[in-house]
């Protein structure tokens, strides 16, 4: 069946739209309109737009396309919907954002103590991983996937500590580098090892772990997150069979398999960028070094 049957407010989230949308405004007449108000600030450059860009369209397909919907029907669609909101989108959200700006909103102090504690890496480590592995207890899972409210503040505060725990490794304020080349490397691995755990039991699970994929109570109630109550009213829905070929086993190993497949592609571009940039400046230290060899400075 057509996932078409669902109508337009739930295949494409308007007010979602909307939302991003002005934040998106927002940020450029914050950026270069209204950039003079703020002390110290710095032109917008293309690379910080681009980032920024990326991430409000990609939030948007990930939380307002049809692929949101999908994310209620297949297990492995709501997967691939988490790596993103966890492993992509928070990065362009951190470089997206001028240094200027990060720098003003450390410069409040009540802000800077909460998140500086909070970007602390074994205190960003530990949080995202246990609220991620945490939300993917089938108890909590089935309670956060049948009710709007806690859904809606359970998928912000993921997302919230997604970006804290992406801090420690790419963040580009010099004062603010709490790891080096060979911590960051040791991060990654850690947050490789946090993350197994949830993805294995999904993975290696005998039989269906969440009622809201296959209880049709459960899952008609978590369609009410995205398709409006008049339009489900009107449909005659059996469960998530009836979009997907894949049985519910399937369907969830699948979906454990495509988190772990992204997780280790992330982290592995990651590292090759910490690798990559901890040799350049070996390089580049080791040129000062030659420089200094061949032009001796005279001594008084």
Known sequence: MAIQIFGFRALW??????????????????????????????ALTKGQAINFSLAIILLYIIKGSPIDLMGHLMFYAHMIQMAFLCLIIPQFI?????????RTLLNKKVFNAVFTFMTKPIVA????????????VPFVFDLVKTN??????????LFLLAILFWWPLINRLDEHQALNGLKKVGYIFAASALLLPACALIIFASEPMYASFSDPKAWAKSLEL????????????????????????????????IMKIIQEIVYGVVLAQIFYNWYRKEQEENEIDKQHQLNPQPVE
Not at 94 to 102: A, K, N
Not at 125 to 136: A, E, P, R, W
Not at 148 to 157: E, Q, R, V
């Open 125 to 136: 480590l530990l949080l995202f991983n246990g609220v991620f592995s945490i939300y993917h």
């Open 13 to 42: 989230s308007p007010y979602f739209f909307v939302i991003l949308t002005l934040v998106l405004i927002g940020y450029f007449l914050v950026t270069i309109k209204y950039r003079n108000r703020f002390s110290k600030s710095e």
């Open 226 to 257: 995205c398709v409006p109550a008049g339009m489900l009213a009107g449909l005659n829905l059996s469960g998530p069979e009836m979009f997907s070929s894949l049985s519910l086993i399937d369907d969830q190993q699948l979906g454990g398999v």
């Open 94 to 102: 951190i470089w997206g954002i001028p240094p200027w700006i990060w």
């Open 148 to 157: 709007i409210l806690i859904h809606a503040a359970y998928s912000s505060l």
